[in-house]
């Protein structure tokens, strides 16, 4: 008696991790969220902190030989760290300038 092949496995359930895809890095929506915070309301306060942290989260992706994933939130949060940082510093030189 023979009954065939057994039924393929169920589909992952939604929201279920990709087998093999490598996880993000634990700090890479925080860094992108400082980043993103610095641009337009809080500049040195969160942009600072965004590229330090941004800058080891980078280190650490690349040293982990593609087991860590989320480069692109670190490297979106670490740039937008720079630019906030550097708008606010750009805004103190002009009002300081402004009022001389």
């Known amino acids: 008696m023979s009954y065939g092949p057994p039924p393929p496995p169920p589909p992952p359930s939604y929201g279920a991790p990709v087998p093999g895809a490598a996880a993000n890095h634990p ?3 925080l860094i992108l969220i400082l980043g993103i915070l610095s641009i337009p ?9 965004a590229i ?12 982990s ?6 480069s692109g ?3 979106a949060g670490y740039i ?8 606010s510093v750009l805004f103190v030189v002009v009002r300081v ?3 001389n």
């Not at 030989?65 to 989320?70: A, E, K, L, R, S």
């Open 27 to 29: 700090r890479a929506t």
């Open 41 to 49: 309301c809080c500049g040195i306060f969160t942009g600072i902190p």
């Open 52 to 63: 330090i942290l941004g800058n080891s989260a980078k280190k650490e992706i690349a040293a």
């Open 65 to 70: 030989g593609g087991t860590i994933g989320g």
């Open 73 to 75: 939130a670190v490297n």
């Open 80 to 87: 937008c760290g720079i630019i906030g940082t550097v708008l």
């Open 97 to 99: 300038t402004a009022y």
